[in-house]
């Protein structure tokens, strides 16, 4: 069956030292440049405030286009000039972020009364249990391709049906995420950016082969990747990914509006930089399209309320292999410039609380507690967030009001007057979804506790791409102009 239409539907400087960095994972790496990192910076006293206890995507959706009236005038105008609803598409999001984004702003849309709709034509996704979760969840969705490169060539297999398709190419929106693994500083064994024997290479390749097969029905393309992207590499003669990606779509005739973000930015008190490329077939987008995305942009809503919403004390943790030894030397090579009686008081603390971590991870909290306490954060009347699974020196922010990247089978610990082990359902919050997502798109029904925390850490931020969605709402143009004649359409 063809696609069903859609209708209307402050930071904390303080104590730190070269040999203990601290930045969460190789995700969150940062450096553009040889200029020292720094705690992110608080946003301005003049910025918005999100009025919602959690973040959600319908929340978001209505709270954006209420506080930026130029853009929902742009769209309610742009909305007089299409004669069908805009077909959508996206590879890789997630648990269907796009889709999530393109209902909730079309049903905020019908609210204001904006005649503008929408409808999914594919989404493409490897991974067999979330293509069986997004097969229910998302039933108004023409297809689920299961392979990217059959994709690209233009006939793929659809996962409801197990036949082969051939790949609508009508299409007007859509976001696309690939590999990262070739951009990591951790993999050894990184090969150029557009050699496609590697994931990230293939990945690219089949994003751009897609392109050039819509030709020029796609006028609008959000791109996710690694905030690694806008670094330097050796492997590419040192130019950044990101320039030889842009280079690429203004190639092929798009203007290019290209941004490193991270999700506490857009609301979400997550450290998530990524970089987020908006692609448009549009003269009026340059300028304008950086202009209105970065308009979104807000104050970090408080982790603490977010987290005492999101708590749910029946969800358990299963222990995990000890492991090897190795960290034992790791560990006491990074400590040894530290105080060794204040260090000793933190990991006999961290035992007492009795949570359920290895040794190996009961020292990670206990360095890391001891570095924020040097800072002055009391961890006993404050929420702070601290990732156990990450290398020394690596689990936590600067800024203590931000919790580290979510990341697939990450575990973290929870401070305050009861330390506990971060939840499932506050992963999908600190990713942007919210219950009425969690609720209306069944993610806990259809899937288990550990299928859901994996897809968390590997979905895009929900808040960042429904700011996309809006600029591209905005800016794109028509390709055919407004049509007063409703009976033109059918010509």
Not at 76 to 96: C, D, I, Q
Not at 156 to 164: E, F, I, L, N, P
Not at 405 to 423: A, D, E, M, N
Request: hydrophobic content about 35%; some cysteine.
């Amino acid at each position: 069956a063809g696609p069903l239409r859609k209708k209307r539907k402050a930071a904390t400087e303080g104590f730190s030292t070269a040999r203990l960095p601290d930045q969460l994972s190789d995700d969150e790496i940062s450096d553009v440049s040889d200029t020292p990192r720094k705690a992110p910076a608080p946003a301005p006293p003049s910025a918005a405030e999100p009025p919602m206890a959690v973040p959600s995507v319908q929340g978001f959706a209505r709270w954006n286009l209420e506080r930026c009236p130029e853009v929902l005038e742009a769209i309610r105008e742009n909305g007089r000039k299409w004669a069908r609803p805009l077909r959508v598409f996206s590879m890789y999001t997630g648990w269907g972020t796009a889709e999530m984004v393109t209902h909730a702003v079309g049903r905020e849309l019908q609210r204001l009364g904006i005649d503008m709709e929408f409808e999914v034509a594919w989404i493409c996704e490897s991974n067999r249990e979330k293509c069986k979760y997004l097969a229910s969840a998302f039933q108004d969705v023409g297809y689920i391709f299961t392979d990217a490169s059959e994709v690209a060539d233009g006939y793929a297999h659809d996962y409801r049906t197990g036949q082969k398709f051939l790949v609508p190419t009508d299409l007007d929106l859509g976001f696309v995420g690939y590999p990262c693994v070739d951009l990591s500083s951790l993999n050894v064994g990184q090969g150029q950016f557009m050699d496609t024997s590697t994931a990230t290479g293939k990945g690219y390749a089949n994003m751009l082969k897609l392109v050039d097969r819509c030709d020029d029905h796609l006028l609008f393309l959000g791109v996710e990747n690694s905030g690694n992207m806008w670094r330097k590499r050796k492997q590419d003669a040192f130019r950044r990914p990101i320039e030889i990606q842009d280079a690429a779509f203004r190639q092929r005739g798009f203007a290019t509006a290209s941004h490193r973000v991270s999700s506490y930015e857009f609301g979400p008190p997550q450290s998530r930089q990524r970089s987020w490329s908006l692609y448009f077939k549009s003269r009026s987008a340059d300028g304008n399209a950086s202009r209105i995305f970065l308009s979104f942009k807000c104050n970090v809503m408080p982790i603490s309320q977010i987290l005492a919403e999101g708590h749910k004390t029946d969800r358990s943790w299963p222990m995990r292999p000890k492991g090897g030894t190795k960290w034992m030397g790791q560990f006491e090579q990074l400590s040894s410039c530290l105080d060794q009686a204040r260090l000793q008081r933190k990991i006999s603390e961290v035992v007492t609380r009795k949570l359920p971590l290895t040794s190996r991870e009961l020292h990670v909290v206990a360095l890391a507690a001891y570095q924020l306490e040097g800072r002055g954060v009391d961890l006993e009347k404050n929420t702070v967030v601290i990732q156990v699974d990450q290398n020394f020196g690596r689990s936590h922010r600067a800024d203590a009001r931000v919790a580290p990247c979510i990341i697939p089978k990450g575990k973290y610990v929870v401070t305050g007057s009861h330390w506990r082990l971060l939840g499932t359902r506050e992963k999908c919050f600190l990713q942007g979804v919210g219950p009425a997502e969690i609720e209306g798109y069944g993610m806990e029904k259809w899937l288990s506790p550990v299928q859901l925390s994996d897809m968390a850490g590997n979905a895009f931020t929900a808040q960042i791409c429904l700011a996309a969605f809006l600029t591209a709402l905005a800016v794109v143009d028509p390709p055919w102009g407004a049509i007063e004649d409703p009976e033109i359409s059918n010509i």
